[in-house]
């Protein structure tokens, strides 16, 4: 498979950390894409993996306290379906979701291929997911795997907080063009902290920078609560 390398870059900005180190993954402790997954399908969508007990018990406590987090996942998710199928409709062919936590149904790439389904949406139609959560990239992973299609889905481990060796990652993977428009999808990511060494916030400065490397004509589709 090529690699697409993406364009020349300027430096990210300096309180972006590209040697921010990766972090284990502590099964005791939840993670908000087990939480997501648990307020969308409630362990009732017939899969061998998802989330943990410990991800629904702190969801609960959740919706405890904030009883429309459970509407605001599915919220997230269905401004997710319009964004894909606008940007379908105006010719992108590529996408990239930034935070994608535990691909399921109804996930990116499953709307991608309902579009071409039911609307001859052309087949090369491309879903690169972007997860830093181990378990849930370890997760999504199998299913794209079980799907058999690796030349229109792949998953990435990686940090937006080093947006420029994620874009270099993508680029390895071959499956983005970063000559070509890109649908960017960042649904649900942005509220969740993204701190450097420093405890700076340093979320949207890296989100700016990665969707600033993108082609003309590409689109950037974010939800945030």
Known sequence: MAHHQPPEMQPS??????????????????????????????????RNFGHWVVDKEYGDNILDCFPSERV????????????????????????????????????THEVVDTLYREEAIKPAARVCYV???????????????????????????GDLRRPDELLTEIGHEGLINFDDPVGLIVA?????????????????????????????????ALSHV
């Open 131 to 157: 997860e830093n959560h181990g378990y849930a990239s370890a997760s999504t992973t199998m299913l794209l795997d079980q799907q058999k299609r690796p030349r229109q889905h792949a998953m990435i481990e």
């Open 188 to 220: 649900g990511t942005m509220q969740l902290e993204q701190r450097n060494r420093q405890g700076q916030e340093v979320g949207p400065a890296a989100l700016r920078h990665f969707a600033d490397q993108m082609a003309p004509g590409s689109y950037l």
């Open 72 to 107: 605001n996942a599915l919220q997230h998710r269905l401004f997710l379906h319009r964004a894909v199928r606008y940007m379908s409709g105006k010719g992108v062919e590529q996408f990239i979701d930034l935070g994608s936590g535990l691909a399921g149904p109804y996930s």
């Open 13 to 46: 900005t300096p309180w972006v950390d590209q040697d921010l180190p990766r972090t284990e993954v502590d099964y005791d402790l939840p993670s908000w894409a087990g939480v997501v997954d648990y307020y969308l399908y409630g362990g009732r969508n017939g």
